[in-house]
């Protein structure tokens, strides 16, 4: 880590350095860890180059007009849901000619699944904005992070929130969701990506990197989230996360389900998924064994290239300590962000991988 002696800009440039030997944990990358470690292998490792399946590109495409949905001073920029869900049309047929969306091909399950993704998708933009007409606009939509955050040794966090608003003396986060299931409730108190975000976006605050985007915010809450800053930012990371709202938007029906908000419960429990998640990348990666999930192979985009005969069985833990995670003691958590970096006043150990595996994970 930076010698904190140093000036901020010195410091600052060391810690982008350093930042390359952490795993940049996003919510998609630890989904795809958790899910089956051969397909993060595939993914992030091995970076192989696989077809994305039409449900995820209908996902790409109903995300991004969310962001297009309004004027840059927070007014509907469509007259009505069907002149919105329509402006994705031309979008749409240019994606199945094709068949490439932001840059990733697709593979159709059969000629006609594009045609009835396109019928989905404009219902589902008419739904969308039949719910936001009633809403007033986002603060932000697509708000970036990437921090760096003490536990027992560090962790790197980053991705894209979808939504952000400032509500009544903190912010809260709406996520975007396309498909068509029933989230659970048990599942949505524990959801690690909501942790991730709700720690993305405090750290933003705290380090007040969020006020970089200023000039993008939604006028109507612009004076609003700049008291909301600055009443937060000097708070412990703790407290700052805790506050946080949030929600889960299900865009095909138009609910706005509430998600109970994240406390050191969750913390913990998110920084030691991520530990032993880097323990057995580190294992995986000296012996060229991937663990894999058999029960989801038929889904995986990497099925045709993986070979899943030389796949390890899932490894057990070789060890039952817990970690113990100082992030919220002010004097050992370091934020990282575009804006300014806050130094330790107490030096931690690294989280280190041998030297052969780090090659392999920084991706």
């Not at 800009?9 to 930042?19: D, F, N, T, V």
């Not at 705290?206 to 009443?231: G, H, M, T, Y």
Request: hydrophobic share 30%; net charge neutral.
């Amino acid at each position: 880590m930076p010698d904190p002696g140093k000036g901020a800009k010195e410091m600052g440039k060391e810690l982008r350095s350093s930042l390359d030997d952490y795993i940049a944990w996003s919510p998609s990358r630890l989904k795809t860890w958790l899910a089956c470690p051969r397909k993060y292998f595939h993914q992030y490792i091995a970076k192989d180059k696989a077809p994305i399946t039409g449900a995820m590109a209908r996902g790409i495409l109903l995300h991004k007009r969310m962001t297009h949905m309004y004027r840059d001073d927070g007014t509907l920029k469509y007259q009505s849901s069907e002149k919105f869900a329509n402006s994705a049309k031309g979008i749409w047929l240019r994606t199945i000619d094709g068949s490439v969306i932001e840059g990733q091909r697709i593979e159709w399950k059969d000629r006609d699944e594009p045609y009835q993704i396109m019928q989905d998708v404009l219902d589902v933009l008419e739904k969308v904005y039949e719910t936001y007409s009633s809403r007033e606009a986002p603060l932000l939509t697509e708000v970036g992070f990437d921090a760096l955050l003490s536990g027992e040794g560090y962790f790197r966090i980053r991705g894209r929130i979808d939504e952000v608003s400032p509500i009544r003396e903190t912010f809260k986060i709406s996520d975007h969701k396309s498909g068509g299931e029933n989230p659970k409730e048990q599942r949505l108190a524990y959801d690690l990506q909501f942790t991730l975000y709700a720690l993305g976006l405090g750290s933003t605050i705290r380090d007040s990197s969020l006020l970089d985007l200023r000039d993008k915010f939604n006028p109507s809450f612009r004076k609003k989230a700049f008291f909301v800053i600055d009443e937060l930012k000097d708070k412990p990371l703790e407290q700052i996360t805790s506050g946080i709202e949030l929600e889960y938007h299900r865009m095909r029906t138009g609910e706005m389900i509430p998600v109970p908000q994240r406390n050191e419960e969750h913390i913990k429990e998110l920084f030691e998924t991520l530990g032993d998640a880097e323990e057995r990348i580190s294992r995986a990666t000296e012996t060229g064994k991937w663990p894999v999930d058999r029960e989801s192979c038929g889904e995986c985009i990497f099925f045709k290239v993986c070979d899943r005969n030389t796949a390890s069985v899932l490894y057990q833990k070789e060890t039952a300590q817990p970690r113990q995670p100082s992030l919220f003691d002010d004097k050992a958590a370091v934020v990282y962000s575009d804006c300014k970096v806050q130094a330790p006043k107490e030096k931690h150990p690294k989280f280190q991988f041998p030297r052969a595996a780090r090659r392999g994970v920084n991706s």
